[in-house]
Nanobody, 122 residues
Framework: VQLQASGGGLVQAGGSLRLSCAAS????????MGWFRQAPGKEREFVAA????????YYGDSVKGRFTVSRDNAKNTLYLQMNNLTPEDTAVYYC????????????????WGQGTLVTVSS
């Protein structure tokens, strides 16, 4: 499974961005897909995940109400709509996949994309 994240960039506080993650290889509609982020000097943080069968969405506390995770299985693509961004959202964002159900720990994910940088200016 190969994952390719894109859509990062520089945005002002209060702005929006949409990240995409294109999956290829042995992906399946049953895979759980997730987003994680890592800011400089900080540990990796769970952002959001979406299950493959029920499309149930899960969010980290810091992004609830601002971010929306979605997927298009026909396009093998995962999305993360990020609204009302703050400088605290500045990080490299990674997409990840696992062939089983929802998990919040990054160690539970088998496949990772290369990351896309999001920078939010104040």
């Amino acid at each position: 499974v190969q994952l390719q994240a894109s859509g990062g960039g520089l945005v002002q506080a209060g702005g929006s961005l949409r990240l995409s993650c294109a999956a290829s290889g042995r992906t399946g509609s049953s895979y759980t897909m997730g987003w994680f982020r890592q800011a400089p000097g900080k540990e990796r943080e769970f952002v959001a995940a979406i299950s493959g069968t029920t499309y149930s969405a899960y969010y980290g506390d810091s992004v609830k109400g601002r971010f929306t995770v979605s997927r298009d299985n026909a396009k093998n693509t995962l999305y993360l709509q990020m609204n009302n961004l703050t400088p605290e959202d500045t990080a490299v964002y990674y997409c990840a996949a696992r062939p089983n159900g929802y998990a919040q720990l990054g160690e539970m994910y088998d496949y990772w994309g290369q990351g896309t940088l999001v920078t939010v200016s104040s």
